[in-house]
């Protein structure tokens, strides 16, 4: 039930409210600003916060296609790189693997604290959509009935506002409330804990390589990824729950030294370590992606491990689907697409779960400790670079191509 405090406001309408300004609720929110559907935004950081807050990169074309279609990737043609290739180091040498000349497709790399600007942007300043950052205390109500509706908390006033609509999208990550008022028993969460840890790192240091590089070796697996020709993002694997403190300059440079070295490479340029946390490697998928009035996107509904760089691209096929389904049900009153929405999404969800699965005993195999599972990990490698049929298959996967649910 929605209660009220003695300094609450009159309650406010909109259609649909989003909670949660990440990459999936703005491109909703765009998408239906787009359709002329009002819509609020409400987001409990500030608006620079999410402008800067550091996450990932990596941008499948569907999804870069998607976004270009709804008017929202200007910048992001303009200024992303365009990468056609990626490189493995194992045994000591370096192996490039050109996925582009196999499959036609690539990779865009943008930094999503760049996208998330461009889209607060388009959706706050030019499309003239509701936003309200620094919101405390929010709380979802009567999402099983046909008048649901959102309060939270004014930071600056301190009073409570209710806020009626039609439909609530739950796109707040893996914290927020959305999941959290799922009821018990309504929802079921699948959970994989891979039991490794990655030491993500932000350098700022140009990158030392001109596509993305993956080194397995027996210390642990190393990642390098271009974020700008400043900044290069790393990972290096670690025992999970690990603290950061653990890791000081010299250390972490001369692990990703030797983890990342092989035969003709050169030495990575090294600089200060601007970001510095442990991530502990796991993932989960809520099934159904809805509950009534509340409709799940982006981690609150599932959360991908970046091993394999998926969750952003993810969040964004949810933004497509639900914002046409939301357009459809409030112009047309055609129900069919939020019917079968997560349906719809979970195809793809449970495709880069396996994948991110397999890649993931591919990068750890050679660290286990086990000279069998390094054993099969070496014969993997060695067949995406023998076999040409195993070599497409790879490539359609780790760019999503072969996912069109």
């Known amino acids: 039930m929605t209660t009220t405090t003695p300094n609450s406001t009159g309650p406010e309408r909109f259609p649909v409210v989003i909670v949660g300004a990440g990459p999936a609720g703005l491109t909703l929110g765009n998408i239906l600003r787009a359709a002329s559907v009002d819509c609020l935004v409400l987001e409990i950081e500030n608006r620079e ?62 930094p999503q604290p760049l996208l998330v600007t461009d889209l607060v942007r388009e959706y706050a300043d030019v499309r003239g959509g509701a936003i309200r950052f620094g919101v405390r205390d929010v709380e979802l109500h009567d999402l099983d009935s046909d008048r649901p509706s959102v309060s939270y908390t004014d930071p600056e006033s301190g009073q409570r506002h209710t806020v009626h609509c039609d439909f609530v999208a739950g796109c707040d990550g893996a914290r927020g409330v959305s999941r959290a008022a799922l009821p018990p028993g309504r929802a079921h969460v699948s959970r994989y804990d891979y039991g490794i840890g990655w030491l993500a790192l932000l350098a700022q240091a140009p990158p030392s390589n001109d596509c993305v590089v993956f080194g397995m070796h027996p210390r642990g697996f190393a990642g390098h990824m271009a974020r700008s020709p400043e900044v290069t993002r790393y990972y290096l694997e670690c025992p999970p729950g690990d603290d950061p403190e653990n890791w000081s300059h010299e250390r972490v440079w001369a692990e990703l030294q030797e983890r990342l070295g092989a035969a003709g490479a050169p030495r990575l340029t090294e600089g200060p370590l601007i970001e510095k946390r442990v991530l502990d490697m796991h993932s989960y998928v809520v099934e159904p ?24 691209n993810l969040a964004l096929h949810d933004a497509f689907l639900l914002g046409d389904a939301f357009v459809a049900q409030l112009t047309k009153g055609d129900r069919s697409g939020l019917d079968g929405y997560s349906q719809s999404c979970l195809g793809r969800v449970w495709d880069y779960q396996e994948f991110s699965q397999w890649l993931s005993e591919v990068y750890h195999g050679t660290s286990s400790g086990d000279p069998h599972r390094a054993g099969t990990t070496l014969a993997r490698l060695r067949r995406l670079f023998g076999s040409p049929s195993a070599g497409l298959a790879f490539a359609e996967q780790y760019l999503g191509k072969n996912a069109d649910y």
């Open 49 to 110: 916060f999410i402008e800067q807050r550091p996450r990932a990169g990596v941008l499948e074309e569907w999804a870069v296609r998607g976004l270009e279609q709804r008017g929202l990737a200007g910048n992001l043609l303009a200024r992303g790189q365009v990468h056609h290739e990626c490189e493995f180091r194992f045994a000591g040498q370096r192996y490039r693997f050109e996925y582009a000349e196999l499959t036609g497709h690539h990779h865009f790399v943008y």
């Open 289 to 312: 992606m809805a509950f009534g009035r509340l409709f799940l996107a982006g981690d609150a509904a599932h959360l991908t491990a970046p091993i394999a760089a998926k969750g952003m």
